[in-house]
Each structure stands twice: as C-alpha cells, then as structure tokens.
C-alpha cells in the first residue's frame, strides 16, 4: 500500500518536491535553502520571488534583497545603503559611484536620483542551468563587502566632508605614480 508522499511510478520512493517546477522556480528554492542553512533570518516578500534581510558590517548596517526572476532564470541581490543621498550632491554622490563603479568587476553601485537612494548589485544569470550555492554565494558575499568597504567614502561625499576623489583616493590609495 502507497502512502500519499510516495510517487506510484516509483514504489516506496518519496516524490520529488521540485518536480513540476521551472528551472526559475527551482533557483528561487534553492536560495532559500542557501539563506536558511548559511544562517541569515530573512523574509519573503508577498507575492514575490524575493526576500528580505539585513546584514551588519564594520561600517554600517544593510538592507538586503535577495530575488529571483524566475521568468528569466536570473539571480540579483542588492545591498542598501543606510543613507538617503540629500538632493544637492547627488551629482557628487553620483561621480563618486562613477569612480567606484570603473574596473569594479563583480556589481555595480546604483544611484536613484528620484529618492537618492544608493545600493549595490549583484547578479547571476542561469538561464538552463542549476542555480547553485556557489552561484549564490559569489553574488551575495562581494556585493556586502564592497557596500561595506565603500560606505565611509559615500558618507562622507554625501555630507560634503571630501570631495568624490578624495573618498575614492582614500578607500582605493591613488592609481597615480608617485614621483621618488
């Protein structure tokens, strides 16, 4: 006799949860799973393929958004920065990402210069492929320490104590040579 977890072409093995499930809604599973094992508290989102959490660095706490778009098997996460860039030196904050952002290999930093929002993205594509813990790792861990390490340089623009190229001069040291 079957119980109702066992899959009736294959006696006495239980079904797989995942079947039926797109390759889209498979990564969204799978990073829960990643979320839930590697120890961060975090919630979905209504009615989406996303979470919400927090994360604390040395410089500053996060919000952080975890989703997935499971139409087009993409994985983004985005780090939020605590601050809300004043109106009169977004162009400064501006330039400063601009600088930050230039031969940054892994995400980018992002600007919305309605609300002057700042955060940082990172994002895998698996179009066709397993999204892995590897994958999901590799986006979420460089986007928090990047948000992190650059933090003290955008505060520091936005509240007019340096200038962008100072901040990125004092967080990257100066790519110019230095004479003997």
Do not use: H
């Not at 989406?48 to 778009?69: I, P, W």
């Not at 501006?94 to 031969?103: D, H, L, Q, S, V």
């Amino acid at each position: 006799m079957m119980s109702d977890g066992d899959d009736p072409r294959n006696p006495g093995e239980p079904e797989d949860p995942q079947e039926g499930m797109s390759n889209g809604e498979r990564g969204f599973s799978a990073l829960g799973e990643f979320l839930s094992q590697d120890g961060w508290k975090f919630r979905q989102l209504e009615g989406q393929s996303a979470y919400s959490t927090s994360y604390t660095g040395k410089n500053g706490d996060f919000r952080c958004y975890a989703l997935v778009r499971t139409d087009l098997e993409e994985f983004i996460f985005y780090a939020v920065t605590p601050v809300r860039v004043p109106e009169d030196v977004r162009a400064a904050v501006a330039e400063f990402i601009t600088r930050a952002n230039y031969g940054m290999r892994i995400g980018n930093f992002e600007l919305d210069y309605g609300d002057g929002e700042v955060r940082y993205k990172s994002s895998q594509n698996f179009e066709d492929l397993p999204l892995t813990r590897e994958d999901i790792r590799n986006a979420i861990y460089p986007a928090i320490q990047t948000v992190d390490r650059y933090l003290p340089g955008l505060m520091r623009v936005s509240f007019g104590a340096a200038t962008p190229l100072e901040a990125i001069e004092e967080i990257e040291g100066s790519d110019e040579p230095q004479e003997p």
